[in-house]
């Protein structure tokens, strides 16, 4: 590298350098960075009491509450769907392995409205089961029921993206060398599996509980937006918006926001310890096929 | 054939399909079933309506500007992450990560708040005539905000596997940077970077809630088919919705199998090489 006419690699001029560093560094402050600071300062414009106010305020609390309850229980059963899913999908070789991987991914490129009404033509009034349920007095849209199902949909892939690639990566020796020494399947699954996928496992938890409870689209079709009953946080930031309560509204966008950065800063240091490497491109697909050719 | 096999297989097959089935397959299904109820020709009227094709276009040519934004700077962001060292490469590294982690709707205000006539941005971009909020350029930036991480993601795990031998050997042979940079690198990253163009245009598509903030949704000019879907259902149009959503998610079918596609190919790409 050093005295070289000129430089070992490309882009490596100080010209085309600094240009480039410059110009990425100034894009981001703009378009990321800018958002996240207008976000703290809004919250606070009004002064610390309007922000204690609204944070305290019954529907800001219930919004709170509702959020908490559904990642509460969409993030455990996603949990347990995903680890289901990537021991079933990199353990065995089935026929339609990789239909079941499209299925799967589907979530991930609907539009979340769409998946609202998807959910609404099944539950609702309009549905396949809502007059069989309302006769049977089960009330699942417009309540939590139907939110934590919309929030299920949109997140359902994000912990069997993370551990189906690295599973792949590491075969099936270790499992079978310890289920051939005695062990049974759970025995195995928790001494042998997890630790080698627990930080993994980790990130895609975090990543779906972020998008769960910052979930917007889907769920706003399918909780009925009632105030104090059925809204959650993001839902609550847009009724507070809309009713020029510009303040209140950031107030509430901060609690999410903060969860952000620590959803962030979470992957860094589980990248850090491996999570999220074994990933050459985003989605899984392909990589368990890749290594059903020989 | 290996004889041994593992354990397990009954329940965690067994619990996938069941949950794919009841909390994936079911919902889009009975979302066809709605759609197709409606017949050919009331189906064919809905989804080509003025108002229906209007918000198919501007959907789709933000969509597009949003995504060719997202190749350049995607691109330079990729390639400064990956190939050069500098005060801050790691901040800017987890930054990137934010369109991900903050909620749509949290994205949306704060884009609006600082692109509205009087916002930190609005205010010095208004007196030149540029209006970003409530105009189709507030939906491209609220679609290049949320799409942003994919092509970065995509490109930069491949940059940086390349292999500096083939730069050398283009210096070697006397091809000027940007000789090499077009020749040699950008084919190289072409597959991850069609598979990371194809992740951020779908996702633009579909995106919901950062757009309907900043876009003034007004019939024919700013509305977006997700929002077109949305107002359908608030006037109890249930089956027009369904039309109009089952637009949107045959266009999702077609990206998935296209990204796949591409992804596959970025994949082999990669393993030859």
């Known amino acids: 590298m050093p005295h070289s006419t000129r430089p070992a690699r490309v882009g490596e001029g100080t010209g085309v350098r600094r240009t480039l560093i410059g110009f990425v560094l100034v894009i981001s402050a703009l378009l990321v960075v800018a958002p996240l600071c207008v976000i703290a300062v809004e919250a606070f414009s009004k002064g610390v009491g309007v922000f204690a106010a609204t944070i305290a ?26 680890l289901a899913a990537a021991w ?60 934590v199902l919309a929030s299920m949909f949109v997140t359902a892939p994000f912990v069997a993206r993370e551990l189906i690639p690295l599973m792949q990566a590491q075969g099936r020796d270790l499992e079978e060398a310890a289920t051939s020494l005695g062990a049974s399947g759970w025995q195995t699954f928790r001494t042998v599996t997890l630790p080698n996928i627990k930080w993994a496992l980790l990130y895609g938890v975090i990543l779906c509980n972020a998008r769960v409870m910052g979930e917007f689209g889907a769920v706003s079709i399918v909780s009925g937006n009632i105030r104090g009953q059925t809204n959650t946080l993001p839902l609550h930031i847009e009724l507070l918006y809309h009713d020029y309560q510009t303040a209140g509204a ?22 850090r310890r491996g999570a999220g490497r074994v990933r050459p491109i985003v989605a899984t697909l392909g990589t368990a096929e890749a290594k059903d050719q020989p | ?77 990729a390639w400064v992450l990956v190939r050069y060292r500098f005060p801050g490469r790691r901040l800017l590294d987890a930054v990137v990560d934010l369109p991900f982690a903050l909620p749509t709707a949290v994205a949306g205000i704060a884009l609006t708040t600082l692109f509205a006539p009087g916002g930190w941005f609005g205010h010095v971009l208004d007196p030149l005539g540029i209006r970003v909020a409530y105009t189709p350029l507030g939906i491209m930036l609220a679609m290049c905000f949320t799409s942003l991480p994919f092509i970065v993601r995509t490109v930069q795990p491949v940059l940086e596997e390349l292999d500096p031998a083939l730069e050398e050997a283009g210096q070697s042979l006397g091809a000027s940077d940007r000789e ?10 072409a597959p ?54 089952s637009v949107l998610l045959i266009t999702a079918f077609v990206m998935l199998a296209l990204t796949n596609i591409l992804q596959r190919r970025a994949l082999r790409y990669m393993q030859r090489g």
């Open chain 1, 250 to 271: 950031f107030a509430a966008a901060l609690i999410l926001t903060v969860i952000a950065v620590f959803t962030i800063i979470a992957k860094v240091l589980l990248e």
């Open chain 1, 57 to 82: 305020h019954p529907d800001t609390r219930s919004a709170i509450l509702m959020t908490l309850a559904t990642a509460l229980i969409a993030v455990p059963v996603n949990t347990a769907f995903g």
């Open chain 2, 180 to 189: 090499i940079f077009t020749r040699v690198i950008l084919p190289l990253l």
């Open chain 1, 88 to 147: 079933s999908i990199t353990k065995f070789d089935f026929p339609g392995r990789s239909l079941l991987l499209i299925l799967i991914e589907i979530p991930f490129s609907v539009s979340p409205i769409v998946a609202g009404v998807a959910y609404l033509f099944v539950y609702g009034m309009q549905g396949l089961f809502g007059p069989l349920l309302q006769d049977a007095g089960i009330k699942i849209l417009f309540a939590l029921p139907g939110i």
């Open chain 2, 192 to 245: 991850s970077i069609l598979a990371g163009l194809s992740l951020s245009f779908a996702r633009s598509l579909g995106e919901f809630g950062a757009i309907i903030f900043i876009a003034g949704n007004q019939p024919m000019s700013t509305e977006i088919t997700a929002l077109l879907v949305f107002i359908r259902l608030e006037e109890y149009e249930y089956q027009a919705a369904a039309a109009i959503a």
């Open chain 2, 1 to 77: 054939m290996k004889q041994r096999v593992l354990p397990g297989l009954s329940l965690s097959l067994g619990v996938t399909l069941f949950y794919a089935a009841l909390i994936i397959a079911l919902p889009v299904l009975a979302l066809v079933f709605k759609a197709a109820s409606l017949g050919p020709a009331a189906y064919w009227q809905i989804v080509t309506s003025e108002r229906a094709l209007a918000s198919y276009r501007v959907t789709a040519l933000s969509a597009l500007a949003a995504t060719v934004f997202n190749f350049f700077f995607g691109l330079a962001l």
